[in-house]
């Protein structure tokens, strides 16, 4: 069976990490997810880096573009919700389920293993169903600091076969201050492997709702400045292949999502979790 959902509205055991000037919101409830990160005070006045999450009338199968929750056992989708895998055609949701995306992690209630001022922990488990034939345990922690947060993610298989595994991330970054995202990429010119750098402007995005996928060349860096706030966060991630960048016309948020692999496939000789071997996937984003 799928693990248990979460409660639409609830707000139980939320998880306030503080250190300094910066605050952040867990809600083990509502996917686990990071429903604020915030620089209390300073010249400037208090200013989220993240969309702050609503709590009231949460939806899980609906979400609030918000905060910040982690993508697993697959980011993005696959064509017509069928993963193709060595041996098997995986159906992970309804062929009428357009809307399925970055798997059962964000839908699920999650557990709070360790809690105190700085650091959070929660755990889940899933056990083997139609939809995703092989189980498995995975813990989520967040260590808050006086420069950032580093959210972790750690899955073990612990099914009898190799279980096919895509881990990411998917923060909402507030689009405010004048933003401006700078993001590192990796590119082949001719015989060469070299990397770019792509940048957006807050008040100049394209007219229209955009999704770009770029290759990080094994590790994702991005950098977003707020020059009519003076704030700043840097983000990085070891673990990421790729990184996604997406817009919606109209939206006051940005959204840089690393992740370990392409949008609609996940490759047995490299996505993989052989059972009983742990598979880290991490992101820092550095605050100022």
């Known amino acids: 069976m799928p693990p248990s959902p979460a409660q639409p ?13 910066l605050e952040g919101q867990v809600h083990p409830a509502l996917g686990g997810r990071l429903g604020s990160l915030r620089h209390t005070g300073g010249p ?10 609503a709590p009231q009338g949460f939806d899980l199968n609906r979400w609030q573009r918000a905060g910040c929750f982690a993508m697993l056992p697959f980011t993005d989708r696959f064509a017509d919700n069928i993963l193709a895998w060595p041996k098997a055609k995986v159906r992970v ?3 009428n389920a357009p809307a ?24 889940q488990t899933f056990a083997a169903m139609p939809e995703w034939p092989w189980s498995w345990q995975a813990r989520l922690a967040f260590d808050l600091d006086a420069c950032g947060i580093t959210q972790t993610l750690v899955v073990l298989n612990t099914s009898d076969e190799p279980m096919p595994l895509g881990l990411g991330f998917h923060p909402y970054f507030a ?19 070299t990397r770019l750098s792509v940048t957006l402007s807050g008040d100049a995005f394209p007219p229209d709702t955009f999704t770009w996928f770029y290759e990080t060349g094994g590790s994702a860096r ?29 939206e006051r948020y940005l959204c840089l999502e690393p992740c370990s692999h392409r949008a609609g496939r996940l490759d047995p000789d490299r996505n993989v979790a052989m059972p009983g071997v742990p598979v880290e996937f991490a992101m820092r984003l550095d605050l100022a």
């Open 9 to 21: 509205g609830s707000e139980a055991g939320v998880v306030t990490l503080r250190c300094g000037a």
């Open 93 to 95: 949701a309804p062929p």
């Open 222 to 250: 991005a950098l977003i400045d707020y020059p009519g706030t003076a704030r700043r966060v840097t983000l990085t991630s070891p673990h990421a292949s790729h990184l996604v960048v997406h817009y919606r016309a109209g």
């Open 100 to 123: 399925w995306l970055h798997g059962w992690g964000l839908r699920s209630a999650w557990q709070v293993q360790h809690a105190r001022d700085r650091h959070c922990t929660l755990t």
């Open 44 to 53: 400037g006045g208090a200013f989220d880096y993240l969309v702050p999450l």
């Open 175 to 193: 689009i405010a201050g004048g933003m401006r995202a700078t993001v590192e990429t990796a590119a082949r010119i001719g015989q060469n492997d």
